[in-house]
């Protein structure tokens, strides 16, 4: 074959440009690139179809997956030099020996060039078994051959491995998914045009190249077929119709070839001597004479070169956009990394400290221009903080959940000491109150707690959006102990304010506030409520208008039994049944002779080990209880009204502001000294393999768009 020079310097403009992203180990996949994907089943002839386009063997064979690798091959047509014109061409007999006019080079091995194509086969297998091992493992990393010769037309094409459905021998179990993931991330590429091998002697309809061609390209614009093996088909068939596209049509169309049975590969017929085998078969065979001229592999090869040809001529525009927006992109990043050299210590660690002063005083704030739209963040978490959760469960306190009716009574009593008081005692009212006062402050602690993790949570909310961190990690470390360590020290005096708002409230119960009910009202209050539920009193007879029996003094006149004895002021601290029993008002005479005469020494016993109260409230105590407790809620209500207003504002000024004026001061206090810069300033080994990788995707692409713009 001899070249055309159908479009051989675009062809070669996208092997240069292939050859400057495979250079900086990047594939060429954000750019698109267009090239030609071979894709078939096992043993449906594609390495058959690359060797008759090389005219050469220098392709891995065997029996199950020989290719594990994807092989990018680029075709490049190198004429003989003027000077060696007339000097014998090689033996077509013997595809073996070297040309000095034919060799091969890989990508991964720069400067060698390998003119004996069995050290290039050889070579295929060393490199795929390094990367994949020496099982039947498969790798996407591809393997990058350029192959100088006069004998073919510019091409780039992508071998595929071919498609498999049972795993055999050592094959991983998931070995059909693996395949055809990689076969699908080359084809699905819009710019990919896709070569399907299909063996002729097998219905088309069950083939796996045009099956996984038509996913992605359900039009057929840019698939192309070969048919192999036509030779072997029975007598009497043809792939006529295939090629006429009345079966499976493809924009592109069918090309037939016959390529080198096995038995003609292991006596190494030359591909020359198969070729020229081939154009005699289809020039003498009734159904392909009259078509002859567009059968065969060098029509194949001029086809293709036509394609990519064209197909890079389209795509040239729409390359030239793309290679722009990968510089922005690239640029972008290198910018965020630092840039190509690095920056002076001292002025990094001061732009960071000023970042995330203004983004913490943003936060809390809410002037940050990134605010979330779907939950409360930063300064309004803390504000949750204040007027629903605090305020919440300092309203819902309930200051008679630790105390009975029962223990009050018991706290008038002893409030009262050895005389018993004729009102309700301002002690047992101020020992109560302040009890339950006290119990305030463990909320309001907690308050305090939850601000402080909230101001933590804004800190691990920051730190990851400044660009220097993700540059100097040890910095980022530094900064999050600093900030730490000040809202920590900043906990002390905010939790000391805090408690003392509260011992403040309690060691002073001022019951002149204006808010607060008077013990007058309150006695009046309660005295309404008890009457209220008392039966009406005696009405006067109506005929004699004297009142009823029992009205007057109290039940104590005349005309009414001598009532049984009231109980004394400690009578409900007894049982009755403890009692003596009383006779005619006086208690009973002992029975025993001798004994200490009536009314003196039986009525005096030893008090008990433990007084405690025996019997339900009676009615003075329960008013004085129902009075104490009207108080303790009406003035604690008070104190928790004021708790509410000042425990947030002792917070937000001891914590949350003290946090927002000084924590940039604290920082340059901290860090901006020589000895501290030292440590904190080493990029992270992640960030300097990036700007590395970063700063040659870059050269490469200002190196592609110069390419570009040459043509």
Same mark, same amino acid.
């Given at each position: 074959?001899?070249?055309?020079?159908?479009?051989?310097?675009?062809?070669?403009?996208?092997?240069?440009?292939?050859? &400057?992203?495979?250079? #900086?180990?990047?594939?060429?996949?954000?750019?698109?690139?267009?090239?030609?994907?071979?894709?078939?089943?096992? @043993?449906?002839? %594609?390495?058959? !179809?690359?060797?008759?386009?090389?005219?050469?063997?220098?392709?891995?064979?065997?029996?199950?997956? #020989?290719?594990?690798?994807?092989?990018?091959?680029?075709?490049?047509?190198?004429?003989?030099?003027?000077?060696?014109?007339? +000097?014998?061409?090689?033996?077509?007999?013997?595809?073996?020996?070297?040309?000095?006019?034919?060799?091969?080079?890989?990508?991964?091995?720069?400067? *060698? %060039?390998?003119?004996?194509?069995?050290?290039?086969?050889?070579?295929?297998?060393?490199?795929?078994?390094?990367?994949?091992?020496?099982?039947?493992?498969?790798?996407? =990393?591809?393997?990058?051959?350029?192959?100088?010769?006069?004998?073919?037309?510019?091409?780039?094409?992508?071998?595929?491995?071919?498609?498999?459905? &049972?795993?055999?021998?050592?094959?991983?179990?998931?070995? *059909?998914?693996?395949?055809?993931?990689?076969?699908?991330?080359?084809?699905?590429?819009?710019?990919?045009?896709?070569?399907?091998?299909?063996?002729?002697?097998?219905?088309?309809?069950?083939?796996?190249?045009?099956?996984?061609?038509?996913? #992605?390209?359900?039009?057929?614009?840019?698939?192309?077929?070969?048919?192999?093996?036509?030779?072997?088909?029975?007598?009497?068939?043809?792939?006529?119709?295939?090629?006429?596209?009345?079966?499976?049509?493809?924009?592109?169309?069918? #090309?037939?070839?016959?390529?080198?049975?096995?038995?003609?590969?292991?006596?190494? %017929?030359?591909?020359?001597?198969?070729?020229?085998?081939?154009?005699?078969?289809?020039?003498?065979?009734?159904?392909?004479?009259?078509?002859?001229?567009?059968?065969?592999?060098?029509?194949?090869?001029?086809?293709?070169? +036509?394609?990519?040809?064209?197909?890079?001529?389209?795509?040239?525009?729409?390359?030239?956009?793309?290679?722009? *927006?990968?510089?922005?992109?690239?640029?972008?990043?290198?910018?965020?990394?630092?840039?190509?050299?690095?920056?002076?210590?001292?002025?990094?660690?001061?732009?960071?400290?000023?970042?995330?002063?203004?983004?913490?005083?943003?936060?809390?704030?809410?002037?940050?221009?990134?605010?979330?739209?779907?939950?409360?963040?930063?300064?309004?978490?803390?504000?949750?903080?204040?007027?629903?959760?605090?305020?919440?469960?300092?309203?819902?306190?309930?200051?008679?959940?630790?105390?009975?009716?029962?223990?009050?009574?018991?706290?008038?009593?002893?409030?009262?000491?050895?005389?018993?008081?004729?009102?309700?005692?301002?002690?047992?009212?101020?020992?109560?109150?302040?009890?339950?006062?006290?119990?305030?402050?463990?909320?309001?602690?907690?308050?305090?707690?939850?601000?402080?993790?909230?101001?933590?949570?804004?800190?691990?909310?920051?730190?990851?959006?400044?660009?220097?961190?993700?540059?100097?990690?040890?910095?980022?470390?530094?900064?999050?102990?600093?900030?730490?360590?000040?809202?920590?020290?900043?906990?002390?005096?905010?939790?000391?304010?805090?408690?003392?708002?509260?011992?403040?409230?309690?060691?002073?119960?001022?019951?002149?506030?204006?808010?607060?009910?008077?013990?007058?009202?309150?006695?009046?209050?309660?005295?309404?409520?008890?009457?209220?539920?008392?039966?009406?009193?005696?009405?006067?007879?109506?005929?004699?208008?004297?009142?009823?029996?029992?009205?007057?003094?109290?039940?104590?006149?005349?005309?009414?039994?001598?009532?049984?004895?009231?109980?004394?002021?400690?009578?409900?601290?007894?049982?009755?049944?403890?009692?003596?029993? =009383?006779?005619?008002?006086?208690?009973? @005479?002992? /029975?025993?002779?001798?004994?200490?005469?009536?009314? &003196?020494? /039986?009525?005096?016993?030893?008090?008990?080990?433990?007084?405690?109260?025996?019997? +339900?409230?009676?009615?003075?105590?329960?008013?004085?209880?129902?009075?104490?407790?009207?108080?303790?809620?009406?003035?604690?209500?008070?104190?928790?009204?004021?708790?509410?207003?000042?425990?947030?504002?002792?917070?937000?000024?001891?914590?949350?502001?003290?946090?927002?004026?000084?924590?940039?001061?604290?920082?340059?206090?901290?860090?901006?000294?020589?000895?501290?810069?030292?440590?904190?300033?080493?990029?992270?080994? !992640?960030?300097?393999?990036?700007?590395?990788?970063?700063?040659?995707?870059?050269?490469?692409?200002?190196?592609? *768009?110069?390419? &570009?713009?040459?043509?």
């Amino acid at each position: 074959m001899t070249s055309t020079g159908l479009g051989t310097e675009v062809v070669a403009l996208v092997n240069r440009l292939q050859d &400057v992203f495979s250079a #900086v180990g990047q594939s060429a996949s954000a750019i698109d690139l267009p090239q030609i994907c071979v894709l078939g089943s096992q @043993s449906s002839g %594609k390495s058959s !179809v690359l060797e008759n386009l090389v005219g050469r063997d220098f392709l891995p064979r065997g029996t199950g997956i #020989v290719t594990r690798r994807p092989l990018v091959l680029q075709l490049i047509n190198r004429p003989i030099p003027a000077a060696k014109a007339g +000097a014998p061409a090689a033996d077509a007999a013997g595809d073996s020996k070297t040309n000095e006019n034919e060799w091969g080079e890989f990508l991964h091995l720069p400067g *060698e %060039k390998f003119y004996d194509f069995n050290k290039i086969r050889a070579e295929i297998v060393r490199d795929t078994e390094a990367k994949t091992g020496k099982n039947a493992g498969i790798s996407p =990393l591809p393997i990058n051959l350029r192959i100088f010769s006069p004998n073919v037309l510019t091409l780039t094409l992508v071998d595929l491995p071919g498609t498999t459905r &049972v795993p055999v021998g050592d094959q991983p179990r998931d070995i *059909e998914r693996q395949i055809r993931d990689m076969l699908m991330k080359y084809i699905s590429r819009p710019n990919a045009v896709i070569l399907a091998v299909t063996a002729a002697n097998v219905d088309l309809a069950n083939s796996d190249g045009l099956k996984l061609a038509r996913e #992605v390209d359900p039009e057929g614009t840019r698939t192309i077929g070969v048919l192999t093996k036509v030779d072997l088909m029975d007598a009497g068939t043809d792939v006529i119709d295939i090629l006429a596209g009345r079966v499976i049509p493809l924009r592109l169309g069918y #090309v037939p070839v016959v390529n080198r049975g096995q038995r003609d590969v292991d006596s190494s %017929k030359p591909i020359q001597v198969a070729l020229d085998a081939e154009k005699k078969f289809f020039e003498t065979h009734p159904s392909y004479s009259s078509k002859a001229q567009y059968c065969g592999t060098p029509y194949l090869a001029r086809r293709l070169n +036509a394609i990519l040809m064209h197909h890079i001529r389209a795509t040239l525009p729409d390359i030239k956009v793309r290679i722009g *927006e990968q510089q922005k992109k690239h640029a972008a990043e290198l910018q965020s990394l630092g840039g190509m050299v690095a920056d002076n210590s001292g002025s990094v660690v001061l732009s960071a400290i000023t970042e995330f002063a203004t983004e913490y005083r943003g936060a809390i704030d809410g002037s940050r221009e990134d605010l979330a739209h779907d939950e409360l963040s930063g300064g309004a978490r803390i504000s949750f903080v204040f007027h629903e959760l605090y305020n919440n469960a300092i309203k819902s306190f309930d200051p008679f959940d630790q105390i009975k009716d029962g223990d009050i009574r018991v706290r008038l009593y002893n409030s009262s000491g050895s005389t018993p008081s004729l009102f309700v005692g301002t002690a047992a009212f101020e020992i109560l109150v302040k009890q339950q006062i006290r119990r305030l402050e463990e909320p309001s602690l907690k308050c305090c707690q939850l601000v402080y993790d909230e101001l933590i949570k804004i800190l691990n909310m920051i730190l990851p959006k400044i660009a220097a961190f993700k540059r100097y990690p040890e910095l980022e470390k530094r900064f999050n102990s600093i900030v730490i360590n000040f809202l920590r020290r900043s906990m002390e005096p905010t939790t000391k304010l805090v408690s003392n708002l509260v011992m403040m409230q309690a060691c002073y119960i001022n019951t002149t506030h204006p808010d607060f009910i008077s013990g007058h009202k309150a006695m009046s209050i309660v005295t309404d409520r008890i009457n209220a539920t008392k039966a009406p009193p005696p009405a006067t007879d109506p005929k004699s208008g004297r009142l009823a029996p029992g009205a007057v003094n109290n039940n104590k006149d005349l005309d009414v039994e001598i009532q049984k004895e009231e109980a004394g002021f400690f009578g409900s601290f007894f049982n009755p049944k403890s009692k003596k029993r =009383l006779t005619n008002g006086r208690p009973e @005479s002992p /029975s025993t002779p001798g004994a200490a005469p009536a009314g &003196v020494m /039986s009525a005096m016993e030893q008090p008990p080990q433990i007084i405690r109260p025996q019997q +339900a409230l009676n009615e003075r105590e329960t008013i004085e209880t129902e009075v104490i407790k009207l108080l303790i809620h009406s003035y604690f209500n008070i104190i928790k009204r004021e708790m509410i207003d000042m425990v947030p504002k002792s917070v937000s000024l001891t914590l949350v502001q003290h946090s927002k004026d000084l924590i940039q001061k604290e920082l340059l206090q901290e860090l901006y000294k020589p000895e501290v810069l030292e440590d904190i300033m080493k990029e992270s080994p !992640v960030v300097v393999e990036r700007r590395a990788e970063v700063v040659k995707m870059l050269a490469a692409l200002n190196k592609a *768009e110069e390419i &570009v713009a040459s043509v």
